[in-house]
């Protein structure tokens, strides 16, 4: 056996061609089953030739099969097996978006303590930094004043030696010039007494710093969203099978599916709702307490809308 061969795919009946051969034998029509389901007859005919919307729910999908299956007396679990063999899937998985809500609230929530941790470190680095340059500007003081000290002593003792000298009859001249010695030191005091006014200029710009960080992380950990929603009611009442898809203005699926002959459904979300009815001539709507004129919607058509509508 060539590869060729062994590539060939097996011909696998599919559960629309079941349906459609169980259908010719009772003698009905695309139409009959279409108005029987309340669906359409493009719908009918996609189902009979195994072509299916990829926009459309495996669940969906399913459950008209199922409904077309009790039409032309076809056991359901045929139809099921052959559309599990036929698509390779035995089930879809299930819709958790409230579960994906919180998992995403969930990863926003751990990158906003990262950050808040971030600006933590910032300022207890920020806190040493400025403890170290203090406890350097008070001994940098402390040396300068060491050094002053004996100098000025130096120099009121030198003072106090020439006021005591004895007048030998030569005249003192007061406007002689300092010597080298004198210039030295008078230079390194100057140099001192500089760096320790820029050492504590550098200090206070640090502690402007660290305030303004501090305010930060206060913006930051009380900049928390609010978003309250105002919950609408509606209720649904089904005189007849109906397909059905509900929305509210989130975005959220709040119902869909098949909906059963004498339902009664109550749901509520945010207003507006984008309602889709496959047949709108079957069911009866009430808005917040309030009947839903449905009369405007043609029978046997499916329909589309928002609610509440548009004034």
């Known amino acids: 056996m060539t590869v060729e061969?062994?590539?060939q795919p097996v011909n696998v009946k599919g559960p629309g061609a079941i349906l459609k051969e169980a259908r010719d034998k009772l003698g009905l029509k695309s139409l009959d089953i279409a108005n029987k389901l309340h669906l359409k007859v493009n719908i009918i005919?996609?189902?009979?030739?195994?072509?299916?919307?990829?926009k459309i729910s495996m669940t969906f999908i399913k459950g008209y099969l199922k409904l077309y299956a009790k039409q032309v007396n076809v056991?359901?679990?045929?139809?099921?097996?052959?559309?599990a063999s036929q698509t390779e899937i035995e089930k879809e998985p299930a819709k958790l978006q409230s579960f994906s809500k919180r998992v995403a609230k969930q990863a926003s929530?751990?990158?906003?303590?990262?950050?808040t941790y971030g600006i933590i470190a910032a300022l207890l680095a920020l806190?040493?930094?400025?403890?170290?340059?203090?406890?350097?500007t008070d001994n940098t003081n402390t040396e300068t004043n060491q050094?002053?000290?004996p100098i000025a002593e130096q120099v009121a003792t030198d003072i106090t030696t020439e006021d005591n000298l004895p007048d030998n009859g030569l005249e003192t001249d007061l406007s002689e010039e300092p010597t080298a010695d004198?210039?030295?030191?008078?230079?390194q005091i100057?140099?001192?007494?500089?760096?320790?006014?820029?050492q504590n200029e550098i200090n206070e710009d640090d502690s402007v710093v660290a305030e303004l960080a501090q305010q930060t992380d206060v913006e930051i950990a009380t900049d928390e969203p609010q978003n309250p929603a105002n919950q609408i009611e509606l209720v649904f009442e089904f005189s007849d099978n109906c397909w059905m898809n509900l929305k509210d203005a989130t975005g959220e699926a709040i119902a869909y599916g098949v909906k059963k002959q004498g339902r009664v459904m109550t749901v509520s979300g945010v207003a507006p709702f984008e309602v889709t009815l496959g047949a709108p001539s079957v069911v009866q709507i009430r808005y917040d307490g309030v009947l839903v004129d449905m009369s405007r919607f043609e029978a046997g058509k499916s329909a589309k809308f928002s609610l509440p509508f548009a004034s």
């Open 127 to 136: 806190v040493v930094i400025w403890w170290l340059q203090q406890d350097s």
């Open 190 to 198: 100057s140099e001192e007494v500089d760096n320790a006014s820029e």
């Open 147 to 149: 050094l002053a000290e």
């Open 75 to 83: 056991d359901e679990q045929v139809i099921v097996e052959a559309f």
């Open 45 to 54: 005919e996609s189902i009979e030739s195994d072509e299916y919307d990829p």
């Open 182 to 187: 004198d210039l030295i030191i008078s230079a």
């Open 109 to 115: 929530d751990d990158r906003l303590m990262l950050i």
């Open 5 to 7: 061969q062994q590539e």
